[in-house]
């Protein structure tokens, strides 16, 4: 059985069917990545494994826990999975301008221990300490997590390389940072998938260098990864397995030396042969090159 | 003269900022709670709210004034609400309306990904709404409620409709006594005071742009 399933994802709005009868299966450690033309679904697949939309039916299965069977409410879903599903980096990296970087980081994680001071001081009471000595030890562990999440945040700043940036607010910090920023907001919350949704389009090559780096370096530490993207050198660069998807399916799937050399469908051919020449056009210098 | 005059002015002028405190006070939480109803799942109070809020801003401030202050009596031979009273109501109804139209403004020009931002890190609404929007929003509006603000102090002569005695309608009275310059006089203390909220909101908006957007 695999890490994630997915299992016959259908989702449409109003009359348009974003996704139909999609499935897919990943293994823990694996990156796969996504491509296709844009209004494809590519999207949409990650907004439903990340409850941010309903899908219509299917199945999400995560490590044997059924995340998702088709009549799951949303809101059902994140009281129950708590934080430690889905992980999702935006395209416009949505870091919060009002807070420094490492505030960014840990906003979550301390909103989260605020909810948990409450288990805490019940914990305690069962354990059948008095009033103020539940809320003492309540207190106490509390800072002890407080502490615990400010150590995981300096560690995974140092981990994207932004630790001299941590008391810098977003807007000081070049896209590239910005979006390292976010992938270490997104790692806090410890989710067992990743995703990323197109995480270098709004950058420059130089800056989606940068983020590659770290997506690859996030690879290497065995994180399971979902990626979207339009740069088939951020697809073929980190990915084990790539999914080209059409009309809402996939339409081909296999590692990227296969399909990135000897595509096999003709929908794929069309849009690889329409990205090199989109490539090509842009940049004269590598025109020469056959 | 001159002090007698000042002392005259000053008592409506105290009576004007009451009406520009109180109107603010109220009209401020009852516009959001309008802006909120707005949002509301339950479309005949969406309706409504809409209604209410093309017929205040659809008719004159002073004409408000009036029909809060006659209207019931002379609709259900109730009472005369205590003049005050009646200018505080129509005031803050109308400036409700203003502001809730602000907020709206406010709240649709924070971009979606920033709620979705804080969905997939797992907070709940009420997380989400104080602790990422409501800095950003605060932010948002406050050029134009300063704006809004500025224009109550002034709306506030429209009080001498109902005879109450604000500032304008003092210097009025000194004029019909045939002594013209108090109402001249009178634009001192709007500048004065117009003065020290354009600083009060100068110094709110450096506080909190010490981020950009």
């Known amino acids: 059985m695999a890490y994630l399933e997915v299992e016959n994802l259908c989702k449409r709005f109003g009359r348009t069917e974003v996704l139909c009868d999609?499935?897919?299966?990943?293994?823990?450690?694996?990156?796969?990545?996504?491509?296709?033309?844009?209004?494809?679904?590519?999207?949409?697949?990650?907004?439903?494994?990340?409850?941010?939309?309903?899908?219509?039916?299917?199945?999400?299965?995560?490590?044997?826990?059924?995340?998702?069977?088709?009549?799951?409410?949303?809101?059902?879903?994140?009281?129950?999975?708590?934080?430690?599903?889905?992980?999702?980096?935006?395209?416009?990296?949505?870091?919060?301008?009002?807070?420094?970087?490492?505030?960014?980081?840990?906003?979550?994680?301390?909103?989260?221990?605020?909810?948990?001071?409450?288990?805490?001081?019940?914990?305690?009471?069962?354990?059948?300490?008095?009033?103020?000595?539940?809320?003492?030890?309540?207190?106490?562990?509390?800072?002890?997590?407080?502490?615990?999440?400010?150590?995981?945040?300096?560690?995974?700043?140092?981990?994207?390389?932004?630790?001299?940036?941590?008391?810098?607010?977003?807007?000081?910090?070049?896209?590239?940072?910005?979006?390292?920023?976010?992938?270490?907001?997104?790692?806090?919350?410890?989710?067992?998938?990743?995703?990323?949704?197109?995480?270098?389009?709004?950058?420059?090559?130089?800056?989606?260098?940068?983020?590659?780096?770290?997506?690859?370096?996030?690879?290497?530490?065995?994180?399971?990864?979902?990626?979207?993207?339009?740069?088939?050198?951020?697809?073929?660069?980190?990915?084990?397995?790539?999914?080209?998807?059409?009309?809402?399916?996939?339409?081909?799937?296999?590692?990227?030396?296969?399909?990135?050399?000897?595509?096999?469908?003709?929908?794929?051919?069309?849009?690889?042969?329409?990205?090199?020449?989109?490539?090509?056009?842009?940049?004269?210098?590598?025109?020469?090159?056959p | 003269m001159f002090v007698t005059v000042t002392l005259n002015l000053l008592q409506g002028f105290g009576t004007t900022c009451l009406l520009f405190g109180v109107t603010l006070l109220f009209s401020v939480p009852l516009g959001a709670l309008i802006t909120w109803g707005c949002r509301a799942r339950f479309s005949v109070l969406r309706a409504a709210l809409r209604g209410l809020i093309w017929v205040i801003r659809g008719t004159p401030l002073m004409l408000q004034v009036l029909a809060v202050f006659y209207g019931p009596a002379l609709l259900f031979g109730w009472k005369v609400l205590p003049r005050m009273l009646a200018v505080e109501v129509a005031f803050v109804i109308n400036y409700a309306c203003y502001f809730a139209e602000i907020y709206r403004g406010g709240l649709d020009s924070i971009p979606r990904g920033q709620y979705e931002a804080g969905q997939v890190l797992g907070m709940n609404r009420r997380q989400i709404f104080f602790r990422v929007i409501l800095m950003q929003f605060v932010r948002r509006i406050l050029a134009p409620m300063s704006n809004e603000v500025i224009s109550l102090v002034k709306d506030t002569s429209l009080a001498r409709v109902i005879v109450v005695a604000e500032i304008l309608k003092n210097a009025q009275d000194w004029a019909a006594k045939g002594l013209i310059w108090p109402l001249f006089y009178t634009a001192v203390f709007y500048l004065v005071f117009v003065g020290i909220l354009t600083l009060l909101f100068r110094l709110a908006e450096k506080k909190l742009c010490y981020y950009k957007i």
């Open chain 1, 22 to 289: 999609f499935s897919f299966c990943m293994e823990k450690g694996e990156v796969v990545s996504i491509i296709g033309g844009s209004g494809n679904g590519k999207t949409t697949l990650l907004r439903c494994l990340n409850a941010l939309e309903v899908p219509d039916s299917g199945r999400i299965v995560l490590d044997g826990k059924c995340l998702f069977d088709g009549k799951t409410p949303a809101a059902k879903r994140k009281k129950e999975e708590g934080e430690t599903s889905f992980g999702l980096v935006f395209q416009n990296f949505q870091l919060f301008p009002q807070y420094t970087v490492k505030g960014n980081l840990t906003l979550a994680p301390r909103l989260a221990l605020r909810q948990a001071k409450r288990r805490f001081f019940a914990d305690a009471r069962a354990e059948g300490k008095s009033f103020w000595g539940s809320m003492a030890e309540a207190r106490a562990r509390a800072e002890q997590e407080k502490a615990k999440i400010d150590g995981e945040a300096d560690r995974l700043l140092a981990q994207v390389g932004l630790s001299d940036k941590a008391d810098c607010y977003p807007f000081s910090l070049s896209g590239g940072q910005q979006q390292r920023a976010a992938i270490a907001r997104a790692l806090a919350k410890r989710p067992a998938v990743l995703c990323f949704d197109e995480p270098t389009s709004a950058l420059d090559p130089a800056l989606s260098g940068e983020v590659m780096r770290v997506i690859r370096l996030l690879k290497a530490d065995g994180l399971t990864m979902i990626v979207v993207t339009h740069e088939m050198s951020l697809a073929a660069a980190v990915s084990d397995r790539v999914f080209f998807m059409q009309g809402g399916r996939v339409e081909e799937e296999g590692p990227p030396e296969r399909l990135f050399s000897a595509p096999a469908s003709e929908a794929l051919k069309q849009f690889l042969s329409g990205a090199e020449s989109g490539l090509s056009s842009s940049s004269p210098a590598s025109s020469d090159q």
